[in-house]
């Protein structure tokens, strides 16, 4: 019935609820995950060694059917505007239904950890239905050492089974999909998605529900840090540049998306990366391009021509096609995971209405508006029925994940970054000389040079003016950057449209802040931006 790659012998099928499974296999290494993948018609082999899945209809998360159950621990704990609430009663019955669904399958368990710092570290259990669910949660957490596995004690736990349909009428739950997190026995079931990215994030919500209590800061950033231990952050939403930008071969890259801030430095929460491949070429991006061909990595909705050669251009299927791979793939990452506390933080916005500069210094005031704001734009053509820019404000730079109050988060933010004397600055990688269809896309010359100087600490040298706008501090001059560039309304070939976009965006803002105005103090409210008298 069971069969063991490592296991902490004093665990017991029935002990995690699988008794009646037909086979269990625990911590299985790729190559038998690879071999089990493919007998069971789960996924194919490339032509470079990787292992190629399709998620069905299920091309991203369901935000929309993701629950937290509510009871007595959870009741004032959780942001409810945001989390949808779940019974009690509801979970058990999803519970035991699911439980009994696993009855005569063959079922895989790994045991991993979120977090890469021990004190505030979650051991997580993952028990899935599909053996390449499995190989790609064991790429995206930290893999424990084979001793650690024997005396492994979970203190999360993950049932991802894709084949089991929710009934809404008995569950609770909205449709046949659901992701239901249970916060006080620490439990998460997901069901009805063969989206593989539900896990990650099931984690990633865990932790950002637990740590604050520990004052520990979770965070949806990259991260690297430089040859002196000179760490930086980098918020920003998808399409930003998160992971391009912190892949810097003159720094070491700690992770490209979920971190933790505790009071000994800064800390991934994960020992792989979930890249995005579509329109992924060996030139922009070598190093991401490069684990795509190699064992291990797991592609995910990709098309394989006749050769089962990737076609990375190709998005028939999804345009958020995905390769997930262990850390250490790439050449420059940190082994250990960890950073002393930051020194810089960028907050990264892709500006499709061609205001915002290139950077801007912020106050702490400022950025925890920003943070809590989380602003970027949409384009036309990215989703269907956007035929213009429009605003994009996702709280703390990834509401979907945040299970408490996002003041919560940023109050944390606001004393770290005070704390601990951190430069932050706002970067646009959006666009400019004119909104999205007009002007065009920041040169990413231009990005990196900036943000060498903040990393290093000469922009800080540099003369500023303040944005008349959104009241940060904008360098006047740059050496290796266009100085119109700095100035966005000189950009604009009419300086009136400019002002009229200018206040167009500046209510956006001021709109989308209020449901926050009542939760910080009166400095952070006092970082809004304001209407600016158009200028001559």
Known sequence: MEELGVKNPGVSVEAIGLGQAARVHYNLLPSALYEHAIRRGEAVLTADGALCAETGQHTGRSPKDKFVVRDQNTDDQIWWDNNKPLSVEHFDILHKDMLAHAAGKEIFVQDLIGGADEANALPTRVVTELAWHSLFIRNLLIRPSREALASFVPSFTIIDLPSFKADPARHGCRTETVIACDFTRKIVLIAGTFYAGEMKKSVFTALNYFLPAKKVMPMHCSANVGPAGDSAVFFGLSGTGKTTLSADPSRTLIGDDEHGWGEDGIFNFEGGCYAKTIRLSAEAEPEIYATTKRFGTVLENVVLDENRVPDFNDGSKTENTRCAYPLNFIPNASDTGRAPHPKTIIMLTADAFGVMPP???????????????????????????????????????GAPFMPRHPAEYGNLLKELIAKHNVDCWLVNTGWTGGAYGVGHRMPIKATRALL????????????????????????????????????????????????????????????NFEKFEAHVDSNVRDAAPVLAVAAE
């Open 359 to 397: 950077i801007a210094k912020l106050t702490p005031e400022q950025a925890m508006y920003h943070f809590l704001s989380g602003y970027t734009a949409k384009v036309a053509g990215t989703e269907r029925g956007v035929t213009e820019p429009e605003a994009t404000f996702s709280t703390c730079f």
């Open 452 to 511: 060498t100087a903040a990393l290093s600490g000469e922009l800080k040298k540099a003369e500023f003016r303040t944005d008349a706008n959104f009241g940060f501090a904008v360098p006047v001059a740059v050496e290796g950057v266009d100085t119109k560039i700095l100035d966005p309304r000189s950009t604009w070939a009419n300086g009136t449209d400019y002002d009229a976009q200018a206040k167009k965006l500046v209510g956006m803002f001021i709109a």
